[in-house]
């Protein structure tokens, strides 16, 4: 067993293919050929097919981290994976990206029907693209406060896919009051600019927000037929009060 070890460390990759045929391979040998990035998309394959590791978690969910796997084994393979186990793939770079496309279709698939606790879990491991469909879908009382923010925290969430769910009708209103009052998303101009034309975010909010509202900005948001009827007063005032005090200096 030892000299197979030996073999298997000293050999280059392109032997890996009759290494995993060898009687002796056992399954934290296959381990180590799946998790080397060096080794063949053919010698890959192989493993995935092999009856010996029919059964083998690790070795399925280390073939699906293999970048070199090719896509049809890895997209046979991700129907065994454990649900957590997915959302990490889901921010791993190195992976194709039509395999994270599909784990995050997969996950969609899944997450109406998840409870709560699970959510949370998916919110913090996801990638922004899983998070952003995930608030699309957080409706509910003050038990889903807790996901809301949660998802507003993972790093993978990015301001564009805020935006988007801003400007999208079906953006439940909780979600919006949330994004309203978070530390790391209500310094950035764009996102204060779309949370005004938004008739879910408090007027209180909305008024403070007006006030670093470039003076342009504000008469594009007061001709914006978006923009609620309840706003377009502040809006007119901040436009006045601050046309006022331009000619005050002026004189």
């Known amino acids: 067993m030892e000299d197979l070890w030996n073999i298997l460390r000293e050999t280059g990759a392109e032997k890996f293919n009759e290494i995993i045929l060898h009687k002796d391979l056992t399954e934290e040998m ?12 053919e010698a890959l394959g192989i493993l995935a097919s092999s009856v010996r590791f ?19 084994v890895t997209l046979s393979l991700l129907k065994f994976l454990r649900l957590f186990d997915l959302a990490d793939l889901t921010k791993n770079q190195k992976i194709h990206i039509n395999i994270r496309q599909k784990v995050e279709q997969i996950l969609k698939e899944k997450i109406p029907s998840l409870p709560i606790g699970n959510r949370i879990t998916l919110a913090k491991r996801s990638s922004g693209t899983v998070v952003q469909y995930i608030l699309e879908k957080a409706k509910g009382g003050k038990e889903v406060s807790g996901l809301i923010n949660t998802c507003l925290e993972n790093p993978m969430l990015r301001e564009g896919d805020v935006l988007r769910l801003i400007n999208s009708e079906t953006t439940p209103p909780n979600v919006i009051q949330a994004i309203a009052i978070h530390p790391r998303w209500t310094t950035r101009y764009s996102i204060r600019y779309a949370l005004i034309r938004n008739f879910y975010t408090p007027l209180s909010i909305v008024v403070e927000f007006l006030k670093d509202m470039k003076i342009q900005d ?27 005090l331009e000619l005050d200096n002026v004189q």
């Open 30 to 41: 296959a381990l180590y050929i799946a998790e080397n990035r060096n080794t063949p998309p």
């Open 218 to 244: 504000l008469e594009e948001l007061y001709n914006d037929e978006a923009v609620p009827s309840s706003t377009k007063p502040f809006i007119y005032r901040e436009i006045t009060e601050r046309q006022g």
């Open 54 to 72: 029919k059964d083998s978690y690790r070795l399925k969910l280390a073939l699906c981290k293999n970048p070199k796997t090719p896509q049809r």
